[in-house]
């Protein structure tokens, strides 16, 4: 089965992540697709599929290279789907030989995938591409990671000739909340390395990744009523708004890309007597990560004396760090990546991910592990879309990484 073909497939399930949820996994559809999974590696040879009371799913590719002792390598896709997006009742197609120009995905609303708002759809002319109606995800992220492995998979498991090491497979839940590492048991998963199949088009190869953070800000007003309110009232919305209007606007995502950071406001209430904020702080930089964190922390003392002690309160938590220092030390996983692009016809390239992946969390943990393209875009949208010949070259790419590692012997960490 190709890539694509499982990728259609998945899109049966209808697994978001839910971060109001204190479980883990998240959702029950996310444990339905678990199981679904653990049953297809299992239907292809993979013995010890299992997914753990976590909602993980684990499997091993065993080496079929006599005496095997080089390094174990893992690859790695989550199963989930962000929620704020529509995300159910998934109508994916093939776009055969797509010709260039606007691409009608719904004619009853009027939807279209555009090359002057997506200037790299020029790139797919002549391929087939996997869309949706243009109401819905079409959850490539992360799905195409999910059948780019499986798809290597399938291919080591029936052609002997590929002489490879031990391989282990790993799909995690909730990664779209923040929480795909959190239960990941890197011990049990028995890799010395691994690769995340997260990233978007074919022959990227990521390494850097911010560093994020989550600031949560709560103002305490003092309500009176209007009419009697002057030198009294203290209105809790309106600080609310004047701590926003504090920070720079052009340190927004709207207006930043590359390695730029920026404070980005995703949540807000409020009422006279109480309200709160809660923002994402990004940036590669640690020191200018750490320069944010503090700007909001320096804004909350200016307002408090403005207005009172304990007016305004700023709570900060660490998300995940960049992990490029975690895997300088191991620069063979982008030189091995690199090549393995090149001997299927593609460029590699690498750049900053705007955001994280469990990559970078699983890193610190004691497992590299750098992100792979999956050949999609538009992730978190309704016009995202996958290229079925690219996944075809992700998935040689994967096979090509697994292929070079056994020939790794005696070279284990």
Known sequence: MRAYERLLKYTAFAAASDSSSPSCPSTAEQLEFGRALVEEMRSLGIKDAQMDENGYVFGTIESNIDNWDGPVIGFIAHM?????????????????????GDLLLNSEESIVLSPEEFPFLRDYTGKDLVVTDGTTLLGADNRAGIAEILTMAEILLTDD?????????G???DEEIGRGADRFDVRRFGADFAYTVDGG????VEYETFNAATARVSIKGRNIHPGTAKNKMKNASLLAMEFNSLLPSVQRPEHTEGYE???HLIAMEGSVEQASLTYIIRDHDSKMFQAKKERMERIAQWLNESYGEGTVSVELEDSYANMDEQIRPHWHLIETAYAAVREVGGEPYSKPVRGGTDGARLSFMGLPCPNLGTGSHNHHSKLEFACVQD?????AVLVKIAEKYGQWQGSRK
């Open 391 to 395: 996944m075809d070259s992700c998935a």
């Open 161 to 169: 000739s590929i002489k490879h090491g031990t391989i282990k497979i």
């Open 171 to 173: 799909f995690t839940p």
């Open 201 to 204: 088009a074919f022959g990227e």
């Open 80 to 100: 989930d789907v962000v929620r704020d997006v529509p995300f159910q009742n998934t109508k994916a197609r093939v776009v055969e030989n797509y010709q260039g």
């Open 261 to 263: 950071g920026f404070y």
